[in-house]
């Protein structure tokens, strides 16, 4: 009978040995699971800091853009010249903006001295040495954006547009709406400045020596642009 219950009570304590063994087993297994889990945690966030991830820093939703643009003007029927002016821009998210701008130029063409030369009898009044404006309504779709890493460790952020409206061509010889659509691109500095390219195509009919053409004339321009507020 003693014998029994020594047996029993020898058995129990095994059991409950075997027991804690296992809870500390378990317990330090969860503890180095933990500890391999912050770790990877760690190296990722690291990998990511590295890679130059990071906070937006430059923001377009709800500021005003005002913008300086010059370039060239590649006209159809007329030579190509010279185009500088000016834009406002509302941004109304990252993605959408309504632009307003207006643009000089110089309308010029050796169309008519040829005529005259050819038909020394009729003699062209209305010259085709002449300055015209543009005005222009888009709305500017940013489809794109990216990062650039400098040797420096500075980041830029930049990104790609889409513009399509209308407007008017004032040059005395175009007729209706000029239609409008392009692309551009802004690379933006600090948080309130940006170097902007744009390349838009103006559709429009024009009429020089009584004859009526629709043109395509291709505008490339450049220039820097100010975000307002300044703080993003």
């Not at 010889?173 to 170097?195: D, H």
């Amino acid at each position: 009978m003693r014998a029994g219950t020594g047996s029993a009570v020898s058995l129990l304590s095994m059991l409950a040995a075997l027991g804690s063994a296992l809870a500390v087993s378990s317990v330090a297994g969860e503890a180095r699971a933990q500890c391999v889990d912050d770790e990877l945690k760690a190296e990722l966030v690291g990998g990511r800091h590295y890679r130059g991830v990071q906070d937006r820093l430059f923001t377009k939703a709800f500021r005003h853009e005002f913008s300086g643009m010059g370039g060239y003007y590649a006209a159809d029927l007329y030579s190509s010249n010279w185009v500088v002016g000016g834009a406002y821009t509302f941004h109304f998210s990252e993605d959408l903006a309504l632009e307003a701008s207006v643009a000089f130029t110089r309308f010029r063409t050796d169309v008519t001295d040829s005529y005259e030369r050819r038909y020394p009898q009729v003699q062209v009044q209305d010259r085709s040495d002449k300055p015209g404006r543009l005005y222009f309504g888009h709305l500017v779709w940013s489809f794109a954006y990216g990062k650039v890493r400098w040797a420096g460790g500075g980041i830029t952020r930049f990104d790609f547009n889409a513009a399509l409206g209308a407007g008017i061509t004032d040059d005395t010889t175009s007729r209706g709406i000029t239609g409008s659509f392009g692309l551009g691109t802004k690379w933006y500095f600090g948080k309130w400045f940006a170097i902007r390219l744009d390349v838009r195509d103006h559709i429009l009919r024009e009429v020089l020596v009584g004859e009526e053409h629709l043109v395509n004339d291709i505008i490339v321009t450049v220039g820097p642009s100010i975000f307002f507020p300044f703080g993003g």
